[in-house]
C-alpha cells in the first residue's frame, strides 16, 4: 500500500503548490501545464510497458526499481532551481509511478491465492488508491502553509526509504517462468496510441474542439489500431490476447473504464462548484471534500462481504453503478447554495464506484493468468487513465455547453466562456454590474452541472443494465481464481518463488 498511496497522492499533490513554484521559478504558463501534466502522460504512456516487463523480470524487482526513481525523483524535485529541471523530475515521478501501481496488484494477485483473501485485499487496494487523490490536495495545502514548496515532495522520501528496506523482506520475489523476449516495437506504439488520445482528452474541457486536440485523437486513434495489430501477430507480445479469453476479463476492461469516467467527471465539476460558486479557500475546499471520502473505506468491505456471503457478483456491480447514478442525481438537485447536497452527492458516488472497481478488478485479476498478472493489472489502470480522461472531456464539453448558452448575452466574452473568466471580468466591473456577472456565472455553471449530471445518469444505469446481462460477471469458474497455484500450461503457469 505504500507505494499506492504515494502514486495517488502525486496527483494531486501540487494543486496548492503552484503558485509557490510560479513565484519561485518563474515557468512560463506552457512550463506550468507541463509541470502539471507531464506526470500523468508518462504515468498513462508506460503502464502497459511497465506491467509486461514485470512479468518478464519480476514484480519485486520493478517495484524497487521503480520505488528508487521515484524517490531520487522526488528529491530532484524538491530542489529544482528551474522549471525545466521540475518537468523533467516529474517525468522521471511518472515513470517510477508507471512501474509502482501494476507491480503493487500483480503482487496482490501472486500473494493471496484464496479468493477471499485476494478480493479483501484489492478491496483495501481500490480504497487506498481512491483516498490517495483526495489526501494529496489537502496534504500539498497544509505543507505549502507551513514550509516550503518542494516539502510536497520530501514527504515521499521516508516512505520509499521504508519500502527499499521492507519489500526485501516481506514481499516475495514472482515473475513468469516463460522466458519470452520483449516486443521493443510495442512500446513506442504503445505510447504512440495512449499519449495523443489522453492529451487530446485532457485538453477539451478547457479548450473546446480545437483542431489540434482533434489531430491528436486521429494520431492516438490509428496509433491504438496498429497497437492493437500488433499484440494480434506478434510472438510475444505486450498485451497477450489470452488476457482477453478469461472469463470476465473483457467486461471488467470496459466497465473499469466508465467507472473512471464516472469519478473524474464528478470532480471535475465538485471541485470548481466549492471553490467557484461556494467561495471557499482552496484549502477550505480541499478539507470539505476529504468528507466524501469517509464512505469509500466502508464501500469496498462491504461490497466484498456481500459477495462472499452468495451475493451475485454482477448484481453488486450493477448495484454500484446504481448508487453511484443516485450520487449524480443529487448533484443534478443542488442550486447555488448547497453544499451538503453537493457533498453527499460526490460521498455516495463515490462509493459506487469504488464498490465497483474494487469487484472489477479482482474479477480482472482472478480471471487472467497468473504470470500475466502484471500485464493485467497494467491494462485496467490504462483503461482507468483513458476512463478519467474520458469523463472529463465528455461531461466537461457538456458542462461547458450549457454554461454558455445559459449566460446573458450582454456578459463580458471572458465570463460567457468559464466561470473562472466571469469572476475575473467581474472584478473589472463597478459594483452591481459585477454581482449580477457572479451571480448569472454560478446560476449558469450549476445549470450545466446538473446537465452533466444527467448524461452521467443515463450513462451509469446503462452500465447497471450491462452488469446484469454479462454472463462474465456472473458467478462461474474464473481462470487462476482457486486456493491453489495453477498448473502450468499453454496459457496458465506457475510464478517462480524466490526470496520469500
Known amino acids: 500500500m505504500l507505494p499506492l498511496l504515494l502514486v495517488s497522492m502525486d496527483v494531486s499533490v501540487l494543486y496548492f503548490a503552484i503558485p509557490a513554484i510560479g513565484a519561485d521559478l518563474h515557468p512560463t504558463g506552457t512550463q506550468q501545464l507541463w509541470v502539471f501534466d507531464v506526470y500523468g502522460f508518462v504515468l498513462a504512456g508506460l503502464l502497459m510497458t ?19 526513481a521515484f524517490g531520487g525523483a522526488s528529491l530532484a524535485a524538491a530542489y529544482a532551481n528551474s522549471a525545466e529541471t521540475l518537468i523533467a523530475a516529474r517525468a522521471v515521478l511518472g515513470l517510477g509511478g508507471a512501474t509502482l501501481m501494476p507491480s503493487t496488484m500483480a503482487l496482490v494477485r501472486e500473494m493471496f491465492r484464496d479468493a477471499g483473501e485476494r478480493a479483501r485485499a484489492i478491496g483495501i487496494w481500490s480504497g487506498v488508491m481512491t483516498g490517495g487523490i483526495a489526501l494529496g490536495s489537502v496534504l500539498s495545502g497544509l505543507l505549502v502553509e507551513h514550509f516550503w514548496w518542494g516539502s510536497v515532495f520530501l514527504v515521499n522520501l521516508p516512505v520509499m526509504v521504508l519500502l527499499l528496506v521492507l519489500a526485501p523482506v516481506l514481499l516475495p520475489e514472482s515473475r513468469s517462468p516463460r522466458k519470452e523476449r520483449f516486443d521493443l516495437l510495442s512500446v513506442p506504439l504503445s505510447m504512440a496510441a495512449v499519449l495523443p488520445l489522453v492529451y487530446g482528452l485532457k485538453e477539451i474541457p478547457s479548450e473546446g474542439f480545437h483542431p489540434l486536440y482533434v489531430l491528436s485523437l486521429a494520431v492516438g486513434v490509428i496509433f491504438a489500431v496498429l497497437f492493437v495489430r500488433r499484440q494480434r501477430t506478434a510472438t510475444a507480445p505486450l498485451v497477450s490476447p489470452v488476457l482477453f479469453r478469461g472469463r470476465g476479463f473483457g467486461p471488467a476492461v470496459v466497465l473499469n473504464l466508465v467507472a473512471s469516467f464516472a469519478m473524474m467527471g464528478s470532480a471535475l465539476f465538485t471541485t470548481q462548484y466549492l471553490q467557484s460558486v461556494l467561495g471557499k479557500s482552496a484549502i477550505e475546499a480541499a478539507l470539505w471534500a476529504l468528507l466524501p471520502s469517509v464512505l469509500i473505506g466502508v464501500a469496498a468491505p462491504a461490497a466484498t462481504a456481500l459477495v462472499q456471503r452468495g451475493v451475485s457478483r454482477a448484481g453488486v456491480v450493477a448495484a454500484g453503478f446504481v448508487v453511484a447514478a443516485g450520487g449524480y442525481g443529487l448533484l443534478a438537485l443542488a442550486g447555488t447554495h448547497s453544499l451538503w447536497t453537493v457533498l453527499a452527492g460526490a460521498g455516495v458516488l463515490a462509493s459506487g464506484i469504488v464498490t465497483v472497481m474494487s469487484q472489477l478488478t479482482d474479477l480482472a485479476l482472478a480471471s487472467a493468468p497468473v504470470e500475466r ?88 444505469v446503462a452500465a447497471a443494465v450491462y452488469a446484469v446481462r454479462k454472463t462474465g460477471l456472473r458467478p462461474g469458474p474464473a481462470r487462476g481464481a482457486s486456493n491453489h497455484p495453477p498448473a502450468a500450461g499453454p496459457d496458465t503457469a506457475e510464478t517462480a518463488p524466490s526470496g520469500r
Do not use: C, K, N, W
Open 373 to 460: 498478472a502484471g500485464s493485467a493489472s497494467s491494462l485496467m489502470e490504462t483503461g482507468q487513465e483513458f476512463g478519467g480522461a474520458l469523463g472529463m472531456a465528455v461531461l466537461g464539453s457538456i458542462g461547458t455547453a450549457v454554461y454558455r448558452h445559459r449566460m446573458p448575452a450582454g456578459a463580458p466574452a471572458a465570463a460567457r466562456e468559464t466561470l473562472g473568466g466571469a469572476l475575473a471580468a467581474a472584478g473589472r466591473l463597478p459594483g452591481r454590474a459585477g454581482a449580477e456577472v457572479v451571480a448569472a456565472a454560478r446560476d449558469a455553471f450549476t445549470a450545466g452541472m446538473h446537465a452533466a449530471a444527467l448524461a452521467a445518469v443515463v450513462l451509469l
Open 50 to 68: 511497465m506491467g509486461s516487463l514485470g512479468d518478464r523480470i519480476g514484480r519485486r524487482r520493478l517495484l524497487l526499481l521503480g520505488a528508487a
